[in-house]
């Protein structure tokens, strides 16, 4: 059965760092396109940073560009999303997701996404 785990979600300060681990159970991550993905309360679903299981450049959101970045640990079967530099609009659920496609272009939106882990919450206030 193939399953996506979140973990590392928590309260930071402004300005602080986290770590978020997606685990993967049932299936082989480095075969998978991977995306992370956020929903803030009242707002739009939106794609944080994904990466193509071509393993071609990852693309990161305009807002979060240049604070986060992501990884993949093939021995673990788990990608990270590094988070530094935190704001309070970075205040959302963060969802990690795959897809066993090889993507391009714009493909870093929810519905290219097939399997959804269930979130972890991340609360940036002081």
């Known amino acids: 059965q193939l399953k996506l785990v979140e973990s590392g979600g928590g309260l930071v300060q402004p300005g602080g760092s986290l770590r978020l681990s997606c685990a993967a159970s049932?299936?082989?991550?480095?075969?998978?396109?991977i995306g992370w993905f956020r929903q803030a309360p009242g707002k739009e679903h939106e794609g944080v940073a994904c990466i193509s299981n071509n393993r071609g450049w990852p693309y990161f959101a305009d807002s979060v560009k240049g604070r986060f970045t992501m990884f993949r640990d093939s021995a673990k079967n788990t990608v990270y999303l590094q988070m530094s530099s935190l704001k309070p609009e970075d205040t959302a659920v963060y969802y990690c997701a795959a897809e066993p496609r090889v993507y391009s272009g714009n493909y870093c939106h929810r519905p290219y996404f097939g399997s959804w882990g269930q979130g972890t919450q991340v609360t940036v206030s002081s």
């Open positions: 049932g299936f082989t991550l480095d075969a998978y396109s």
